[in-house]
């Protein structure tokens, strides 16, 4: 391997408690702290994916080391599902349906489009407090803690032996 990259493997993996510890907070004034601030919550997010991006680089630098393709998905599938960044694929989704329901709109007669309107009003007052998506942001922040500490990977190495 390339010293660089070396270099770069050392850095990244002591950066990975820091991240750890990090992702905690996080998830802890997601739960607990509630402000409305654009600014809090760009630093919140910016932050977030600071941590994602320290993960997907040892997650790389892992699939390096792996002889094969297969055993890479069969023993890191985790590490991978908890660097995808659920809430970007389900406000991407809403934002989808949200244009087809708006096209849905202009198509159907009077009655239907006062419903899809109710509906309309539900899903924006959803999605602009963002209850789901918070919920979508804990989880899969507390999918990365357990993938990436040590404890999790002692219990998991104990259990093979």
């Given at each position: 391997m390339?010293?660089?990259?070396?270099?770069?493997?050392h850095?990244?993996?002591?950066?990975?408690p820091?991240?750890?510890?990090?992702?905690?907070?996080l998830?802890?004034?997601?739960?607990?702290?509630?402000l409305?601030?654009?600014?809090?919550h760009?630093?919140?997010?910016?932050?977030?994916?600071l941590?994602?991006?320290?993960?997907?680089?040892?997650?790389?630098?892992?699939?390096?080391?792996?002889?094969?393709?297969?055993?890479?998905?069969?023993?890191?599938?985790?590490?991978?599902?908890?660097?995808?960044?659920?809430?970007?694929?389900?406000?991407?989704?809403?934002?989808?349906?949200r244009?087809f329901?708006?096209?849905?709109?202009?198509?159907?007669?009077?009655?239907?489009?006062?419903?899809?309107l109710?509906?309309?009003?539900?899903?924006?007052v959803?999605?602009?407090?963002?209850?789901?998506?918070?919920?979508?942001?804990?989880?899969?922040?507390?999918?990365?803690?357990?993938?990436k500490?040590?404890?999790?990977?002692k219990?998991v190495?104990?259990?093979?032996?």
């Amino acid at each position: 391997m390339h010293p660089f990259l070396k270099k770069v493997e050392h850095i990244n993996a002591r950066l990975i408690p820091y991240s750890l510890v990090l992702l905690f907070i996080l998830i802890i004034l997601e739960l607990f702290v509630h402000l409305e601030s654009h600014v809090y919550h760009l630093t919140l997010r910016t932050l977030d994916y600071l941590v994602i991006t320290i993960f997907v680089i040892d997650l790389i630098f892992i699939s390096r080391k792996c002889k094969t393709t297969s055993y890479f998905f069969r023993h890191y599938w985790l590490d991978i599902l908890a660097v995808f960044p659920f809430a970007i694929a389900f406000h991407f989704i809403s934002e989808i349906y949200r244009v087809f329901a708006l096209s849905e709109k202009l198509v159907i007669g009077q009655a239907i489009f006062h419903e899809t309107l109710e509906v309309g009003k539900e899903v924006s007052v959803a999605s602009r407090t963002g209850r789901v998506a918070k919920y979508v942001r804990i989880v899969a922040r507390s999918l990365r803690i357990i993938t990436k500490s040590k404890f999790f990977t002692k219990f998991v190495n104990h259990k093979k032996k």
